[in-house]
């Protein structure tokens, strides 16, 4: 452990003051774990003394107390070694530092996305502050610099009205393989009775015919169709509305409710609605507005062959049994000139994978290996992952500078995404001198083999400045390293932070189905109470998102008495006598 600190002297000097013995630490843990020391735990364990498992904060002064309990002497350490009371004070130093004081009750901060709803919406922002989120994300990938700076400030606003400190994170998109567009859809609703087994309808399908405007919302179920206000207006519960669908089928829809600016109608056969469609009441007639876009997508099985382009024009949207092949472009042109025959290709984060077969300048055919029997949909925007292609990019460039200079004004900490190495971490420091943001707290998001393998060297890197977290993307990595591995990989990511006395984010998939649909599956709140082991947790956006902060605040301030780190807590066992 000595030797190894004098051998990387130069990189511990590197790092920020505030940081030089976080550093030490680090390698002492790098030194120890060089070698298998099961049969040591064994043998250390029989005799009643430490099996060097909970080591990480203070490396040192643990070898040194078990080795002094083997010679029945007392431990002596000097000034020099980091005790187990700094060791552990290190941590929740760095963690306050970027984060902020830690909520009553519980260590983890809660961390969520915000959705590009929160750059106009300021009721959403107030109410995700006040029910417990403690650091707001702004995800670089999405919106613009105006929405980021205005979500910014939402926050900043509701903290102060609300009295509880929220911290502002932005992520850097970084350089991610994207699938290009398809050619829009219609720009239609379907309206779907509920029908019996036998297919007779028992339960007709409801709109709301609403006046335009986004602050025109509708009184009750259903989609809303904007139409005329002064139309709706004239309407009443009874009223009777004609009109032609797309397949030229004629229906009927009777109004059962109305409010001003917004009636409520019901009809009894399934019905598409385009925009522009005409609507008719004896004689008083308006055409819907401008609905919103359905998606289009390629539809792959197994065995189906897929072509990635550098062409970026929207692309034709193919399914499984038409002729040729499914084409869509690939938004990283570096990508055509690194990839490979035989390597893999992992889509829509592991939703279909596929292999090589050729490669040329401008594409390359892909044979999709797994997929769904049925069919798995392939849309815009998702994400192409090359787990086995060396793709030479930076992960900052001058097109990120807009987002840096919002970051710089608005932002508490800046998250830097798909890092190969520790001289993405000096590039991001050097834009970061641009935009004068040396301030910024550092997140590197460990979501690629090649960043976990560089970890220890990405750390000592980032820990010359003075605030650092490190972000477990459990999304990508899992993508790029394969899901069985994702455990494994993880734990290692929290050991090695917790010896740096790093704080730690557990991301992506928290509490997912919870925040999507409203009810949590079992699994994802066993994750969630893991997560404990966290100094952060994030939750994606999501329509239910805030229940999903008032239940991950409750099993955190739950496992607070449980778990902290690799440490149980053994407070008395009475949860099924009195739950608490």
Same mark, same amino acid.
């Given at each position: 452990m000595l030797r190894l600190e004098?051998?990387?002297?130069?990189?511990?000097?590197?790092?920020?003051?505030?940081?030089?013995?976080?550093?030490?630490?680090?390698?002492?843990?790098?030194?120890?774990?060089?070698?298998?020391?099961?049969?040591?735990?064994?043998?250390?364990?029989?005799?009643?003394?430490?099996?060097?498992?909970?080591?990480?904060?203070?490396?040192?002064?643990?070898?040194?107390?078990?080795?002094?309990?083997?010679?029945?002497?007392?431990?002596?350490?000097?000034?020099?070694?980091?005790?187990?009371?700094?060791?552990?004070?290190?941590?929740?130093?760095?963690?306050?530092?970027?984060?902020?004081?830690?909520?009553?009750?519980?260590?983890?901060?809660?961390?969520?996305?915000?959705?590009?709803?929160?750059?106009?919406?300021?009721?959403?922002?107030?109410?995700?502050?006040?029910?417990?989120?403690?650091?707001?994300?702004?995800?670089?990938?999405?919106?613009?610099?105006?929405?980021?700076?205005?979500?910014?400030?939402?926050?900043?606003?509701?903290?102060?009205?609300?009295?509880?400190?929220?911290?502002?994170?932005?992520?850097?998109?970084?350089?991610?393989?994207?699938?290009?567009?398809?050619?829009?859809?219609?720009?239609?609703?379907?309206?779907?009775?509920?029908?019996?087994?036998?297919?007779?309808?028992?339960?007709?399908?409801?709109?709301?015919?609403?006046?335009?405007?986004?602050?025109?919302?509708?009184?009750?179920?259903?989609?809303?169709?904007?139409?005329?206000?002064?139309?709706?207006?004239?309407?009443?519960?009874?009223?009777?509305?004609?009109?032609?669908?797309?397949?030229?089928?004629?229906?009927?829809?009777?109004?059962?409710?109305?409010?001003?600016?917004?009636?409520?109608v019901e009809v009894w056969d399934?019905?598409?609605?385009? &925009? !522009?469609?005409?609507? #008719?009441? @004896?004689? *008083?007639?308006? %055409? +819907?507005?401008? /609905?919103?876009?359905? $998606?289009?997508?390629?539809?792959?099985?197994?065995?189906?062959?897929?072509?990635?382009?550098?062409?970026?024009?929207?692309?034709?949207?193919?399914?499984?049994?038409?002729?040729?092949?499914?084409?869509?472009?690939?938004?990283?042109?570096?990508?055509?000139?690194?990839?490979q025959v035989g390597q893999p290709?992992?889509?829509?984060?592991?939703?279909? &994978? !596929?292999?090589?077969? #050729?490669? @040329?300048? *401008?594409?390359? %055919? +892909?044979?999709? /290996?797994?997929?769904? $029997?049925?069919?798995?949909?392939?849309?815009?925007?998702?994400?192409?992952?090359?787990?086995?292609?060396?793709?030479?990019?930076?992960?900052?460039?001058?097109?990120?500078?807009?987002?840096?200079?919002?970051?710089?004004?608005?932002?508490?900490?800046?998250?830097?995404?798909?890092?190969?190495?520790?001289?993405?971490?000096?590039?991001?420091?050097?834009?970061?001198?641009?935009?004068?943001?040396?301030?910024?707290?550092?997140?590197?998001?460990?979501?690629?083999?090649?960043?976990?393998?560089?970890?220890?060297?990405?750390?000592?890197?980032?820990?010359?400045?003075?605030?650092?977290?490190?972000?477990?993307?459990?999304?990508?990595?899992?993508?790029?390293?394969?899901?069985?591995?994702?455990?494994?990989?993880?734990?290692?990511?929290?050991?090695?932070?917790?010896?740096?006395?790093?704080?730690?984010?557990?991301?992506?998939?928290?509490?997912?189905?919870?925040?999507?649909?409203?009810?949590?599956?079992?699994?994802?709140?066993?994750?969630?109470?893991?997560?404990?082991?966290?100094?952060?947790?994030?939750?994606?956006?999501?329509?239910?998102?805030?229940?999903?902060?008032?239940?991950?605040?409750?099993?955190?301030?739950?496992?607070?008495?449980?778990?902290?780190?690799?440490?149980?807590?053994?407070?008395?066992?009475?949860?099924?006598?009195?739950?608490?």
């Amino acid at each position: 452990m000595l030797r190894l600190e004098q051998v990387h002297g130069e990189d511990i000097a590197a790092v920020c003051t505030d940081h030089r013995r976080d550093a030490v630490n680090l390698v002492h843990y790098l030194a120890l774990r060089n070698g298998d020391l099961r049969h040591l735990q064994h043998r250390l364990g029989e005799r009643g003394l430490s099996s060097l498992g909970r080591c990480e904060p203070h490396v040192l002064a643990t070898v040194k107390s078990v080795r002094a309990a083997l010679d029945g002497r007392v431990p002596r350490f000097g000034p020099a070694t980091l005790s187990f009371e700094e060791g552990r004070a290190a941590l929740d130093r760095n963690t306050d530092a970027l984060f902020g004081p830690r909520p009553p009750g519980r260590v983890p901060r809660v961390m969520v996305t915000l959705p590009s709803e929160a750059a106009d919406d300021y009721r959403l922002v107030r109410r995700l502050v006040a029910e417990g989120m403690d650091v707001a994300r702004i995800n670089g990938a999405h919106d613009d610099p105006a929405a980021w700076e205005r979500m910014a400030r939402h926050v900043r606003r509701a903290s102060e009205e609300t009295g509880r400190l929220c911290r502002v994170s932005m992520d850097l998109p970084g350089p991610k393989l994207r699938t290009g567009p398809l050619v829009e859809g219609p720009r239609v609703v379907k309206l779907r009775p509920q029908r019996d087994l036998r297919g007779v309808p028992v339960m007709p399908a409801l709109a709301a015919l609403a006046a335009f405007g986004p602050d025109a919302g509708p009184p009750g179920p259903g989609p809303a169709l904007p139409v005329d206000p002064s139309w709706v207006d004239r309407r009443h519960p009874g009223d009777v509305v004609a009109m032609v669908d797309t397949r030229g089928s004629g229906r009927t829809l009777r109004v059962v409710g109305a409010t001003p600016g917004a009636c409520v109608v019901e009809v009894w056969d399934t019905t598409y609605v385009e &925009t !522009g469609a005409e609507l #008719s009441c @004896d004689g *008083d007639a308006t %055409r +819907v507005g401008r /609905l919103p876009i359905i $998606p289009q997508y390629h539809l792959l099985r197994p065995g189906d062959p897929l072509v990635l382009t550098r062409d970026l024009e929207p692309a034709v949207p193919w399914r499984h049994g038409q002729p040729g092949c499914a084409r869509i472009g690939c938004t990283l042109g570096v990508a055509f000139e690194t990839a490979q025959v035989g390597q893999p290709v992992v889509l829509d984060d592991g939703r279909m &994978t !596929g292999i090589i077969e #050729s490669v @040329d300048a *401008d594409e390359f %055919r +892909v044979r999709i /290996l797994t997929a769904s $029997p049925t069919g798995s949909k392939l849309r815009a925007e998702k994400g192409i992952n090359l787990p086995q292609t060396d793709l030479p990019v930076p992960a900052v460039t001058d097109a990120d500078l807009p987002l840096l200079e919002v970051a710089a004004a608005h932002a508490d900490m800046v998250a830097l995404s798909f890092l190969h190495s520790e001289h993405d971490i000096d590039d991001v420091r050097a834009y970061l001198r641009r935009v004068g943001a040396e301030h910024l707290g550092l997140i590197p998001k460990i979501e690629t083999k090649a960043s976990f393998a560089r970890l220890p060297e990405i750390l000592l890197h980032a820990m010359r400045s003075p605030l650092v977290g490190v972000m477990i993307a459990r999304g990508d990595l899992a993508v790029e390293a394969g899901y069985e591995r994702l455990a494994e990989m993880q734990e290692e990511i929290l050991w090695i932070c917790e010896a740096a006395h790093l704080p730690v984010i557990w991301a992506t998939e928290v509490l997912d189905q919870l925040a999507r649909t409203g009810k949590p599956s079992r699994a994802e709140v066993t994750d969630a109470a893991m997560s404990q082991r966290a100094e952060c947790v994030m939750l994606n956006k999501g329509p239910h998102v805030d229940t999903a902060i008032v239940v991950l605040d409750d099993i955190l301030r739950r496992m607070s008495g449980l778990q902290r780190k690799k440490t149980p807590q053994l407070r008395p066992l009475r949860s099924w006598i009195e739950p608490t």
